[in-house]
Every structure is written in C-alpha cells, then in structure tokens.
C-alpha cells in the first residue's frame, strides 16, 4: 500500500485545484480519477480537444487547461483510469486501475467527485435515442459527434449551451421544449440583486439566447405533460402547451433538468447530509472550508453543492489550505489570509444560484412521475411499485430495496436514489429528511474477483512506486 500526504478522488476543477494548491504548501498528493485525462465532465478531454472543436465549445471550456496544466506539479501524483470503490477508516481508499485493484492511504481524503445529471423520468424515457443533455455533450467534447434531429427537453442553462454547441457544430437541434414557467421566472426575481452580481453569467446566458434566434431554434416554453414517443427507439417528442398538444418528430432527445451533487462516497463514510429544498436534492453536511464531521474527510465543488466550475475550483483551493493547516503546513493565519481573496471570489460566484434555481426548477412531473413510469432502470421498478410498497408498510428507500430492489443494480442508487426518497415521501407525508436515503456501503463502483485477485501485482507497476514519500 501507498501513502500521500493527502488523497484527492475526482480530476475535476475542484480536484485539479485543490492538488496544485495543496502540492505548492509542500503536501504529497495522490489524485485518482476514472477519467483516461483529467478535467472532469466540465473540462473533458479539453488538453487533446482539436481547436476547431474547441471553439464551438467556447472560451469557458478551454479555460480548463489551465487547471490540468497545473497538475505538472512534483508532488502530485495523478492516477488515470483509477475507479474508486471503497474509502475506509484511516483514509484507506481502494480503487481498480489496470484491471488490478491497489489501494493508497491518505492522512487526509478530499472528496471532489462532482455532480450528477438529475435523471429525468417521463414516460419513454428508457428508449434508444434518449440520453442526458450531458451525455450529448461528452460526445461533442470527446469525439466530435452532435446528434442530427434531436430535441432538448427540460430546464436550465446547460440546454441553451449545448443547443449553441449543436449549431456550431453543423447539427442544430429541432427544437427546445422546456419546463420552465413566467411564472418561475417572476420568482426568480426576487433574487434579481444576487443575479446582477453574477452579471457575466446573465450577459453570457443572454448571448446564447440570441445566438439561437439568429439559427432559428425554436423553443416552447412551459410545456407540461411530456411524453417521447416510439415503438423501438425515440420517434417523437409529444407535450402539450397552455393545454394545446404539441408533437415534435425527431431521432434523438437529450433530457436535462439540472445536476445534483454526487454523494455516493461522502455517504459511504457516514457524512450527514441535509435536504436543500432549493436545489431539490440532498447535499453533505459541510462547513465553509469543506471539512466534515468526519475530521479526515473534506468535501469540495460540485459534490459538496451545486455551484458550478468556477465556484468549484475555488472550494478545492479552500478545502486544501484547510487540509494544510490541519496537516502542520500553514499556520491558521496563513490560511485565512491566503483564503479572504478566495472567499470573496466565491461569495461572487454563488450570488447568482438562488436565482438561476428559481427560474429553472426541475420539471415537477418528473420529480413525482407516472405509475406506469420506470424511475430504477437497472432494476425495472416503476414510479407505481414505489407507491404501492409505501402503502404496505416501506418508510425509506433502504426499505424499499426489500420491497422490489431499486437502487440494487450496477449504479447502485445513483441514478433512482432521489426518485424513490421524493416518491416515498409523497406516500408517507414525510419529509425527504425524515424520508433519507438509500444506505451506500463499498463497492461503490463494480469491481471483479479477478481485479481483486490482482492486488498484490499492484507493487510491480512501476508508476506506484513514486507514490512513497
């Protein structure tokens, strides 16, 4: 087994981040991430991206090769392809990389593992040619392709985004069906002080807006009742508007109605979480720095609460000078004058949240769908076998894993997690919190007997070695 000083799981700007910053107070630093190169899901493939794809992803993407550029650091040691599935007691963290497993200790673990996009499930949502907004944007990012007669459907910035990326690439999306009400956007605006704060986030949200009129994208506000059509793979989009019906034919929809913070491995550990009523999601239980109750164990970026990539680098960079002062590497007075700038930028970053969240809520009939609706799809289980074990007796999800066995397949919850705890507690009249959350113990992630078998090859791979300090 390995040791650092400190272990950072995620590549992304919050993980980038913290390693360098940690790496230049004189921490070692192991960063695994299961990404082939760093960057995460917001910066993905962004030092090996060709510049002409690069500018149809815009400045903000490219920005991420500063971060990755940073890792180049003495200190750090960056693992690709490392699948984390176990954190244990004394920062033991177990992961597979080479189809071997191998573990490393940390003094210190920062969990930066991001975000998830939200699944949105209406019905048809399981047909080929669905995918996440998200997903349609790995594959503009990582190999180039935009899907041809696609729809976007939902709420939130990242559809104006990846509509404009599909028209710079040649391939503009039919239409965007989105969620959203005048009336979320007349909510919104009691947050109108923070929103001018984030002022470039409204110039660029407003640039990307006009950028889809000039290419003629239509978009249909308000839209309810949404339903995707198809015998055997997505055919048409069907929804109805200010109660006229509405039906878009096309080959590919890319749903999205926001991201969620990836929680997985903060609860593997027993992190308390908390139920954020704004975000419509549950998010570790963190204080300013990122640290946890758990005194060995920090959580930054998206993972700790959606803020987005910038306001993720900066928590990396908070939760290392953190981790440095409780390593003995800066006094606490160092850290706090290293970290007021950091604050501030961050305070500047977040201002513009409450507002965004107001104006794109999910889609309400997908938080609390349809019986007919399949919520769990690694297990099949519909919105109606949820229901209906509420009403024998199941008070929580972990119960509800008896019951009919959502969130026992290979996502182990990730993707149902929050569907089945909305659904129980729409049964139960309980609160999400009250409600909770399906019990995540190792393995997180898949892992095979023969990789287990392989542990003990890990000392003969030569690029571990410098992982002794």
Same mark, same amino acid.
């Given at each position: 087994?390995?040791?650092?000083?400190?272990?950072?799981?995620?590549?992304?700007?919050?993980?980038?981040?913290?390693?360098?910053? *940690?790496?230049?107070?004189?921490?070692?630093?192991?960063?695994?991430?299961?990404?082939?190169?760093?960057?995460?899901?917001?910066?993905?493939?962004?030092?090996?991206?060709?510049?002409?794809?690069?500018?149809?992803?815009?400045?903000?993407?490219?920005?991420?090769?500063?971060?990755?550029? $940073?890792?180049?650091?003495?200190?750090?040691?960056?693992?690709?392809?490392?699948?984390?599935?176990?954190?244990?007691?004394?920062?033991?963290?177990?992961?597979?990389?080479?189809?071997?497993?191998?573990?490393?200790?940390?003094?210190?673990?920062?969990?930066?593992?991001?975000?998830?996009?939200?699944?949105?499930? /209406?019905?048809?949502?399981?047909?080929?040619?669905?995918?996440? *907004?998200?997903?349609?944007?790995?594959?503009?990012?990582?190999?180039?392709?935009?899907?041809?007669?696609?729809?976007?459907?939902?709420?939130?910035?990242?559809?104006?985004? =990846?509509?404009?990326?599909? /028209?710079?690439?040649?391939?503009?999306?039919?239409?965007?069906?989105?969620?959203?009400?005048?009336?979320?956007?007349?909510?919104?605006?009691?947050?109108? #002080?923070?929103?001018?704060?984030?002022?470039?986030?409204?110039?660029?949200?407003?640039?990307?807006?006009?950028?889809?009129?000039?290419?003629?994208?239509?978009?249909?506000?308000?839209?309810?009742?949404?339903?995707?059509? #198809?015998?055997?793979? +997505?055919?048409?989009?069907? !929804?109805?508007?200010?109660?006229?019906?509405?039906?878009?034919?096309?080959?590919?929809?890319?749903?999205?109605?926001? =991201?969620?913070?990836?929680?997985?491995?903060?609860?593997?550990?027993?992190?308390?979480?908390?139920?954020?009523?704004?975000?419509?999601?549950?998010?570790? =239980?963190?204080?300013?720095?990122?640290?946890?109750?758990?005194?060995?164990?920090?959580? +930054?970026?998206?993972?700790?609460?959606?803020?987005?990539?910038?306001?993720?680098?900066?928590?990396?960079?908070?939760?290392?000078?953190?981790?440095?002062?409780?390593?003995?590497?800066?006094?606490?007075?160092?850290?706090?004058?290293?970290?007021?700038?950091?604050?501030?930028?961050?305070?500047?970053?977040?201002?513009?949240?409450? !507002?965004?969240?107001?104006?794109?809520?999910?889609?309400?009939?997908?938080?609390?769908?349809?019986?007919?609706?399949?919520?769990?799809?690694?297990?099949? /289980?519909?919105?109606?076998?949820?229901?209906?074990?509420?009403?024998?007796?199941?008070?929580?999800?972990?119960? $509800?894993? +008896?019951?009919?066995?959502?969130?026992?397949?290979?996502?182990?919850?990730?993707?149902?997690?929050?569907?089945?705890?909305?659904?129980?507690?729409?049964?139960?009249?309980?609160?999400?919190?009250?409600?909770?959350?399906?019990?995540?113990?190792?393995?997180?992630?898949?892992?095979?007997?023969?990789?287990?078998?392989?542990?003990?090859?890990?000392?003969?791979?030569?690029?571990?070695?410098?992982?002794?300090?």
């Amino acid at each position: 087994m390995t040791r650092s000083d400190l272990v950072i799981i995620g590549a992304g700007p919050a993980g980038m981040a913290a390693a360098r910053t *940690a790496a230049d107070q004189g921490l070692s630093v192991t960063l695994l991430d299961e990404q082939a190169r760093p960057g995460g899901q917001i910066y993905r493939d962004v030092d090996h991206v060709p510049e002409s794809r690069a500018a149809r992803l815009g400045a903000e993407y490219t920005e991420g090769r500063r971060l990755t550029r $940073a890792l180049a650091q003495d200190r750090i040691t960056h693992l690709a392809g490392a699948v984390v599935w176990a954190i244990e007691e004394g920062g033991v963290v177990s992961y597979t990389r080479h189809g071997a497993a191998a573990q490393v200790t940390g003094a210190h673990v920062l969990l930066a593992t991001g975000a998830l996009e939200r699944p949105m499930p /209406v019905p048809g949502w399981t047909l080929p040619g669905v995918m996440t *907004a998200g997903a349609g944007q790995i594959l503009l990012k990582q190999s180039g392709v935009a899907a041809r007669r696609a729809v976007l459907v939902g709420a939130g910035p990242l559809l104006y985004l =990846v509509a404009v990326q599909m /028209v710079r690439a040649g391939s503009p999306p039919l239409a965007l069906i989105e969620t959203q009400t005048t009336a979320d956007t007349a909510r919104a605006l009691r947050h109108a #002080g923070g929103a001018l704060r984030g002022w470039p986030y409204l110039r660029k949200g407003m640039s990307l807006l006009a950028e889809l009129r000039r290419a003629g994208v239509p978009r249909h506000k308000g839209a309810r009742d949404i339903v995707i059509e #198809g015998a055997a793979r +997505a055919e048409a989009v069907r !929804f109805k508007l200010a109660g006229k019906a509405r039906r878009v034919a096309c080959e590919t929809v890319y749903l999205h109605h926001g =991201v969620v913070p990836n929680t997985q491995a903060a609860r593997s550990l027993g992190v308390p979480h908390r139920w954020d009523a704004a975000q419509h999601c549950f998010a570790p =239980v963190v204080d300013r720095w990122g640290a946890t109750e758990r005194t060995t164990v920090h959580v +930054a970026g998206d993972g700790a609460g959606i803020g987005g990539a910038r306001a993720a680098e900066i928590g990396g960079r908070l939760a290392a000078l953190d981790i440095a002062m409780r390593l003995g590497a800066l006094s606490k007075g160092q850290r706090d004058a290293l970290a007021q700038p950091l604050f501030r930028q961050l305070d500047a970053e977040r201002a513009i949240r409450p !507002f965004l969240d107001a104006a794109y809520p999910p889609n309400a009939a997908a938080l609390l769908p349809e019986d007919d609706t399949i919520i769990c799809r690694c297990e099949e /289980v519909r919105a109606g076998d949820i229901r209906r074990y509420a009403a024998l007796g199941c008070l929580g999800p972990n119960q $509800a894993k +008896a019951f009919g066995r959502a969130g026992m397949g290979p996502c182990q919850g990730r993707y149902c997690g929050l569907a089945v705890t909305a659904l129980l507690a729409e049964a139960t009249g309980q609160t999400p919190d009250e409600t909770g959350y399906l019990r995540i113990r190792p393995p997180l992630k898949p892992v095979t007997l023969g990789e287990l078998a392989a542990m003990h090859d890990e000392a003969k791979d030569p690029r571990l070695d410098n992982l002794d300090h």
